[in-house]
């Protein structure tokens, strides 16, 4: 009975490490997936903020930049972008004449409209027109805040680490012309550098026969004048 009771036990002990090993087979690629689209999704969100940078830097100052300190610090600091504003005169329209009713070009013609041009700082011109947000801890839209900006040059994961993104900048010749051309990047092997090499591995794998993509996330490219993101 004593060696029945053993052998009973020690099945039953087997039956559970089987089963919580096969249960740790399944929910371990449900969890790396699971950990993988979050990444995925905090790279993109700011890839995009971080490629809206450059889009007005490049409409302030000509060119893009490959540097985070010369990007961030300029459109923070330097009322530079210019921007037309226009001021209605009142005082010289006539009682008879209704402005919403002629073009604008037109009212400027005629001195009722006085368009000057004004520089006003990038990074506040952007939250006013609405193009930085992010969805706060709270589920509500707002707008990057200035710690946040600073940040963006940052990768989001592994957490703890200060890994920036590879931004570089130039200019590309296209049928005789220079147009500017800038690449913001992270490889999966960085971005998941902390999580099961071997499913990584596979991951990469997998990413890079969808149309010989990049095996990591991105905006624009350094060979080809666009700004898109690999993740759209």
Not at 26 to 55: G, H, N, Q, W
Not at 174 to 180: D, T, W
Not at 199 to 212: C, M, Q, R, W, Y
């Amino acid at each position: 009975m004593k060696g029945k009771t053993i052998i009973q036990i020690v099945l039953a002990v087997a039956i559970v490490g089987l089963a919580f090993w096969l249960y740790n087979s399944i929910m371990t690629p449900v969890r790396f997936d699971s950990e993988y689209t979050k990444r995925r999704d905090a790279c993109a969100e700011k890839l995009k903020a971080i490629r809206t940078l450059e889009d007005a830097y490049k409409q302030t100052y000509g060119s893009f930049t490959g540097s985070f300190d010369t990007l961030i610090n300029r459109l923070m600091t330097e009322d530079s972008m210019k921007m037309v504003s226009k001021q209605i005169n009142r005082d010289v329209i006539p009682a008879d004449v209704d402005i919403n009713e002629i073009s604008e070009n037109e009212a400027v013609k005629r001195g009722y409209i006085t368009r000057v041009e004004v520089l006003v700082n990038p990074i506040a011109k952007l939250r006013e027109d609405g193009k930085l947000p992010i969805v706060g801890a709270d589920g509500k839209k707002r707008q990057l805040t200035d710690e946040e900006i600073r940040n963006l040059r940052y990768v989001p994961y592994p957490k703890g680490t200060e890994q920036e993104f590879d931004l570089q900048a130039g200019m590309l010749e296209k049928s005789g012309f220079f147009v500017p051309v800038f690449e913001c990047k992270v490889p999966l092997t960085e971005l998941l550098s902390d999580m099961d090499h071997q499913l990584v591995v596979n991951k990469i794998d997998e990413v890079s026969k969808v149309a010989g993509r990049y095996p990591g996330w991105k905006v624009g490219d350094m060979t080809q004048a666009i700004t898109d993101g690999n993740f759209e």
